[in-house]
């Protein structure tokens, strides 16, 4: 299969429709050449998430700490 942009997001979209764990990880596992071909036309896999309209935050397995989220101790 050969992987455009186009068929990338549409089946990002399609999995994300489908409620499937679209987290790095677990995709990497069943559909790395999905995953490869994400990372390769667009630069990381989390740019083609959000290309594909999905929110990077929701799928994360491990949210990233900000900043602001951060509280102090005491």
């Known amino acids: 299969m050969i ?4 068929r990338i997001v549409a089946e990002l979209k399609a999995l994300h429709k489908k409620k499937a764990d679209l987290s790095y990880n677990n995709l990497a596992k069943r559909r790395q ?22 929110n990077y935050e929701d799928i ?3 949210p990233r700490l900000r900043a602001g989220r951060i509280r102090p101790r005491g």
């Not at 992987?3 to 186009?6: A, L, M």
């Not at 050449?33 to 309209?53: D, M, P, Q, T």
């Open 3 to 6: 992987w455009t942009k186009e």
């Open 33 to 54: 050449a999905l995953v490869s071909a994400a990372a390769y036309h667009f630069r990381s896999y989390r740019n083609a998430i959000e290309k594909a309209g999905i």
């Open 60 to 62: 994360a397995r491990r």
